[in-house]
């Protein structure tokens, strides 16, 4: 089990942007980013260690538009 990931992600311009981690049901678990950023390439390490082997989902939000969800999951 490795208990770390990377996300990368592309903002096209200055944008509001935010990273939340939802669970299979699509309760929020974590905010993983919220924050203001310049346009570019980004990537974060989240570390999934604390989290119960399960399905999860991360969406990333551009001014609160959902522009990519992706499923993972953690097999401990």
Do not use: C, W
């Not at 942007?17 to 299979?24: A, C, P």
């Not at 919220?34 to 989290?51: C, M, P, R, V």
């Not at 399905?55 to 522009?67: C, G, S, W």
């Amino acid at each position: 089990f490795n208990s770390s990931t990377i996300i990368k992600y592309e903002i096209p311009k200055y944008s509001d942007v935010k990273i939340k981690l939802y669970n299979v049901g699509g309760k929020e678990i974590q905010t993983l980013i919220n924050e203001k950023q310049s346009a570019g390439k980004y990537e974060i390490l989240f570390d999934a260690s604390q989290l119960a082997s399960g399905i999860y989902f991360y969406a990333l939000l551009i001014n609160d538009i959902n522009i990519k969800t992706n499923k993972f999951i953690i097999l401990k």
